[in-house]
């Protein structure tokens, strides 16, 4: 399918290796390491190195952090009451999912 195309490509492997390992289990970083699914193992903060890395960044990042709505109790109180009730459309948009980026 794609996402093993996605995976053999992007991680320069073969198709049979690819689909060897493409059954529905899920690898942890230290068992994908050495099947070439990751290049390292590291936290948030190697990844944000890494990525400045890749991209030119000299020193330390920056950050940008979308700024959080503020809300008192008087919006509970006065505001829409139903933007704080979810309803199903909302539910979706945050829901966990399996995505993939090469580059």
């Keep these: 399918g794609q996402f093993i195309s996605a995976v053999a490509?992007?991680?320069k492997l073969k198709m049979d290796?690819?689909?060897k390992l493409a059954d529905g289990r899920v690898w942890?970083?230290?068992?994908?390491l050495p099947l070439k699914l990751?290049?390292?193992i590291g936290d948030?903060?190697?990844a944000v190195e890494e990525t400045a890395k890749a991209v030119g960044i000299k020193g330390e990042p920056?950050?940008?952090h979308p700024e959080k709505e503020r809300r008192t109790v008087l919006d509970l109180i006065f505001g829409d009451v139903s933007e704080y009730i979810p309803d199903r459309a909302k539910l979706l948009e945050n829901h966990v999912s399996f995505y993939y980026l090469w580059k």
């Design 9 to 11: 490509e992007g991680r």
């Design 17 to 19: 290796e690819v689909k």
């Design 28 to 32: 942890t970083g230290q068992q994908a």
């Design 38 to 40: 990751v290049d390292q």
């Design 44 to 46: 948030f903060r190697v």
């Design 62 to 64: 920056t950050l940008v």
